[in-house]
């Protein structure tokens, strides 16, 4: 139960860096919603990835370079689904604020993301 109250809490500050580079995108460049979000993604992931590495899960006994790779694997899948939940609603609803998207699309993915970080990505290995 505590992995998953630090989870939320690195997934709270994941939604805070997506929804701040996204609205910052969306105020001050002329890129639209959808381009915004495919960089406010990758954002978010690089924050979740730190918090979740040093202050949800503890480093992995796998290379960093390993962990990494399966951290980028389950948080890609997780953002696509995130990406494509966020373009239906907007595009099936265009009067939808983004925002209001981003939030419904985000705790969609969220029980995705634990599962696959917590066993896949951070779940150590047994020893024979």
Do not use: C
């Amino acid at each position: 139960m505590k992995k998953l109250f630090r989870f939320l809490i690195a997934g709270g500050v994941g939604f805070a860096v997506d929804a701040g580079v996204l609205h910052l995108l969306l105020w001050f460049t002329p890129f639209g919603p959808f381009v915004g979000r495919a960089i406010s993604i990758p954002s978010a992931l690089l924050a979740t990835w730190v918090l979740n590495r040093n202050f949800t899960f503890g480093r992995s006994d796998r290379s960093l370079a390993a962990e990494g790779f399966r951290y980028g694997s389950v948080g890609l899948t997780s953002a696509l689904l995130n990406y494509a939940l966020f373009s239906s609603l907007l595009m099936t609803e265009p009067s939808l604020r983004p925002i209001i998207a981003l939030t419904l699309a985000s705790a969609a993915a969220t029980a995705f993301s634990f599962f696959g970080y917590s066993r896949f990505v951070f779940r150590h290995r047994q020893n024979p």
